[in-house]
């Protein structure tokens, strides 16, 4: 099969959870198939990883963001509210990759064109339509829920405005526009019955997110340092506020009991209150080149996030290496975790700690957790598996691609 891939960043170098996502199923499908991508430079220096993705992607096609002057992006976010889009979705507009991706649906027959995240949904418009092509819109969160969520936890009015209004605006318009597709993926059981709450007449398939079992085995039992690890993206508000949450209400309590406890925080482009919390036996890392040798020398992974959308890959990472995991409910919600079970649950500071506390002090706990995470991840979440279901339905839509009047049930 033909299939083109059109995402918000080139999925390389692996920083990031959307990245290493879309990496991680790119890269399973390309070993069966033909596919193409096309997407954004985050940065200048991406382009450095285009040579990579092209060792198993036919075609890799990029665009650069053009810099704009304040007034001209307010302009244009007003032009687009004007025609009754989220003004927010501009933001992504790109003549350059509009006719890049032209260019490529002109000249190869795609059985599938596969769009990342609602927010990159206007480029179904670059389209042919009618076209032979079946078309897929990956939800990796919904930026209604997400907006909602990040306005409730900004302090400053002018902080929370932004986000609410966009979330307002996608709220209507995401499960709406979603209809121009021929299906939906979602990342959990709780994604799509949101969708599907919001517009029963889509076609929803839930493809998780995963970890890659085979590379990411457990690591030995940590040293007794009560180390604890945060990995996240900290230039993120939702992992910045979580990790300035967990050092003013949660780790004081812990201390109160092992005063000893150290807490890294792991992850790039952190915001001013993040980096001040280095210091004290915290410690604000940045960007790493690999994550495990602080796994390694940490007991417990800590994801203490209050806002924030779709499934954390860093929840499965962590129990994949072996590392029992303590969440607050948002933090591990859309994944098939049982409290108690695969890790532990808990919503304000006290009980947080306390959890915490329990997986540094009682071993057979830890070793409990640690055992039952990694089996989960084996069961449900690795990305071998993942790859051949959404193969699965590509397979499905090439089929339907060349019986247009076959009729499909749900």
């Known amino acids: 099969m033909q299939i083109l891939i059109i995402a918000d960043y080139l999925p390389y170098p692996l920083i990031g959870g959307d990245r290493i996502r879309i ?83 002109s000249s190869v027959d795609f059985d599938v064109v596969q769009i990342e995240h609602s927010r990159m949904a206007l480029y179904w418009e670059t389209l042919p339509h009618p076209g032979p092509s079946k078309s897929i819109l990956m939800f990796h969160n919904f930026i209604s829920q997400q907006d909602k969520r990040l306005s409730q936890i900004e302090r400053r009015w002018v902080n929370k405005l932004r986000p609410l209004v966009n979330s307002i605006a996608m709220r209507q318009w995401e499960p709406r526009y979603a209809e121009k597709f021929d299906r939906c993926t979602t990342v959990s059981k709780v994604d799509r019955e949101l969708l599907l709450t919001a517009n029963p007449r ?84 940045g960007q790493v080149d690999d994550v495990i040798p602080y796994y390694r020398q940490s007991a417990v992974c800590v994801v203490p996030l209050r ?22 409910t948002i933090g591990c919600e859309g994944l098939e975790v049982v409290d108690g079970e695969h890790l532990l649950i808990a919503d304000d500071p006290q009980q947080f700690a306390e959890k915490t506390l329990r997986l540094l002090t009682d071993r057979q706990l830890y070793q409990r957790i640690a ?20 193969t699965d339905i590509y397979t499905e839509q090439a089929a339907q691609r060349r019986q247009p009047n076959q009729i499909v049930t749900a």
């Open 307 to 328: 806002a924030g959308g779709g499934t954390r890959l860093k929840i499965l990472e962590a129990m994949a290496l072996g590392r029992p995991v303590v969440s607050t």
């Open 371 to 390: 055992a039952q995470g990694r089996q989960l991840v084996e069961d449900q979440y690795d990305w071998d598996k993942i790859a051949e279901k959404l």
């Open 23 to 105: 990496y991680n199923l790119l890269y399973r499908v390309a070993r069966r198939h033909e596919v193409s991508l096309a997407g954004f430079l985050e940065q200048p220096e991406d382009a450095e990883g285009v040579p990579h993705l092209r060792e198993f992607c036919a075609r890799v096609e990029t665009a650069s963001f053009k810099s704009t002057s304040r007034p001209v992006k307010v302009l244009g976010m007003l032009g687009f509210g004007l025609t009754g889009k989220p003004p927010e979705l501009n933001l992504l507009h790109s003549d350059e990759l509009v006719t890049k991706i032209r260019r490529l649906v």
């Open 202 to 285: 889509l076609r929803v398939d839930i493809i998780p997110n995963g970890v890659d079992v085979q590379k990411y085995e457990p690591l030995p039992a940590p040293n007794p340092a009560p180390s604890l690890l945060f990995i996240g993206n900290m230039g993120y508000p939702p992992g910045a506020d979580a990790a300035v949450y967990f050092c003013r209400e949660i780790l004081p309590l812990i201390r109160r009991q092992i005063s000893a406890t150290e807490l890294w925080i792991v992850g790039r482009m952190p915001r001013p209150e993040v980096r001040q919390l280095n210091g004290s036996g915290v410690y604000v890392t």
